[in-house]
């Protein structure tokens, strides 16, 4: 027996952390899909199966509008920063203010990111490059993949040095084989808030209440901060 879960990336690491927490009580296992934000609407307006759904907030509350998850199920995981990763043993670069980020992104040799058009880091990301007048010039040197998740375990494989990637904070903490630098500077900085809820049309909605308990409530306070959940 499995809960589907369609999710935005940065909730990866957590939702396989809390497996085998979920499953000892009730036997089912999570089956998750995870990748950009915009690419797990298209999915779940598209008809995928769907128990528990993890997005950012306006998304969730737009989906609740017009009866697509239920609204009363909506709880909050936590507020999530955009950062700057290397791959582990990498110096850190200075990322401290507008000057630092833009010597450290125009020096290096790649940029890892997230899908550009349908990622939230991803947008964000090549946002933060026109900002500093480096996207035309560094254009070339953009690597971008489906997921944040995706994005930094391909960093992670690389032997190539002076790479930088740049995707939400939980993704590189919980991408072994990448460091986490820190978030981007005042000016530059996006954290965005994620919550999970029951879909309308879950096939368990039992199962998917408690999953949704299980990833928002108290018992998983320590993991989601650990993995880069900020909590209100």
Same mark, same amino acid.
């Given at each position: 027996?499995?809960?589907?879960?369609?999710?935005?990336?940065?909730?990866?690491?957590?939702?396989?952390?809390?497996?085998?927490?979920?499953? *000892?009580?009730?036997? $089912?296992?999570?089956? /998750?899909?995870?990748?950009?934000?915009? #690419?797990? &609407?298209? =999915? !779940?307006? @598209?008809?995928?199966?769907?128990?528990?759904?993890?997005?950012?907030?306006?998304?969730?509350?737009?989906?609740?509008?017009?009866?697509?998850?239920?609204?009363?199920?909506?709880?909050?995981?936590?507020?999530? *920063?955009?950062?700057? $990763?290397?791959?582990? /043993?990498?110096?850190?670069?200075?990322? #401290?203010? &507008?000057? =630092? !980020?833009? @010597?450290?992104?125009?020096?290096?040799?790649?940029?890892?990111?997230?899908?550009?058009?349908?990622?939230?880091?991803?947008?964000?990301?090549?946002?933060?490059?026109?900002?500093?007048?480096?996207?035309?010039?560094?254009?070339?040197?953009?690597?971008?993949?489906?997921?944040?998740?995706?994005?930094?375990?391909?960093?992670? =494989?690389?032997?190539?040095?002076?790479?930088?990637?740049?995707?939400?904070?939980?993704?590189?903490?919980?991408?072994?084989?990448?460091?986490?630098?820190?978030?981007?500077?005042?000016?530059?900085?996006?954290?965005?808030?994620?919550?999970?809820?029951?879909?309308?049309?879950?096939?368990?909605?039992?199962?998917?209440?408690?999953?949704?308990?299980?990833?928002?409530?108290?018992?998983?306070?320590?993991?989601?901060?650990?993995?880069?959940?900020?909590?209100?």
């Amino acid at each position: 027996m499995n809960v589907e879960l369609l999710s935005a990336g940065a909730a990866k690491g957590l939702v396989e952390a809390l497996q085998p927490a979920f499953r *000892a009580p009730t036997g $089912a296992d999570v089956h /998750g899909t995870f990748g950009a934000v915009g #690419a797990i &609407r298209e =999915q !779940l307006l @598209a008809g995928a199966p769907c128990d528990v759904l993890v997005l950012t907030q306006p998304m969730l509350d737009e989906l609740a509008r017009d009866g697509t998850i239920i609204g009363d199920t909506i709880a909050r995981l936590g507020t999530v *920063a955009t950062g700057i $990763a290397v791959r582990s /043993g990498e110096v850190f670069p200075a990322i #401290a203010d &507008r000057a =630092q !980020l833009r @010597a450290a992104l125009a020096a290096a040799q790649g940029l890892y990111c997230p899908d550009p058009e349908r990622a939230t880091a991803g947008i964000h990301f090549v946002k933060v490059l026109r900002q500093l007048d480096l996207y035309p010039g560094v254009a070339s040197r953009l690597r971008s993949f489906p997921s944040g998740a995706i994005a930094m375990r391909e960093l992670a =494989q690389t032997e190539q040095a002076g790479l930088l990637g740049c995707t939400q904070v939980t993704e590189i903490r919980y991408t072994r084989g990448v460091d986490l630098v820190g978030p981007l500077p005042p000016g530059f900085e996006l954290a965005t808030v994620y919550s999970a809820a029951v879909c309308s049309n879950a096939r368990q909605p039992e199962l998917a209440q408690k999953l949704v308990a299980l990833l928002t409530g108290p018992d998983a306070e320590p993991l989601r901060r650990a993995g880069g959940f900020e909590q209100a």
